[in-house]
């Protein structure tokens, strides 16, 4: 069982940056996909990032590609998002999620966090 913590969340104003970090408890996460998606309080989740078990692929939502870039530190056992140019539109409670799949489905994995609230005022 690996439990997944994100932190780094906070409110910023446009284009501003955060980092968000996501704190494994299992070295078993080195073994698993991960990625960031985000939510809006009644609205449909959406896919933010992904990256795989090595760190040696990624990808991204149109909407954050060349402004949002995902990494991690297996040794740490930590996942990143490092968020730049940050838009109004950004506001949501994002979340990181580690399984073994490889696709960017939003309810597609076998752990997740609680997530962290980034807030983007104009």
């Known amino acids: 069982q690996v439990q997944l913590q994100e932190s780094g969340g906070g409110l910023v104003q446009a284009g501003g940056s955060l980092r968000l970090s996501c704190a494994a408890s299992?070295?078993?996460?080195?073994?698993?996909?991960a990625k960031w998606f985000r939510q809006i309080p009644g609205k449909e989740r959406e896919f933010v990032a992904r990256i795989t078990w090595s760190g040696g692929t990624t990808d991204y939502a149109e909407s954050v590609k060349g402004r949002f870039t995902i990494s991690r530190d297996n040794a740490k056992k930590m996942l990143y998002l490092q968020m730049n140019s940050l838009k109004p539109e950004d506001t949501a409670v994002y979340h990181c999620a580690a399984g073994e799949s490889w696709t960017r489905g939003t309810y597609d994995y076998t752990y997740w966090g609680q997530g962290t609230q980034v807030t983007v005022a104009s």
């Open positions: 299992e070295r078993t996460f080195s073994n698993y996909n």
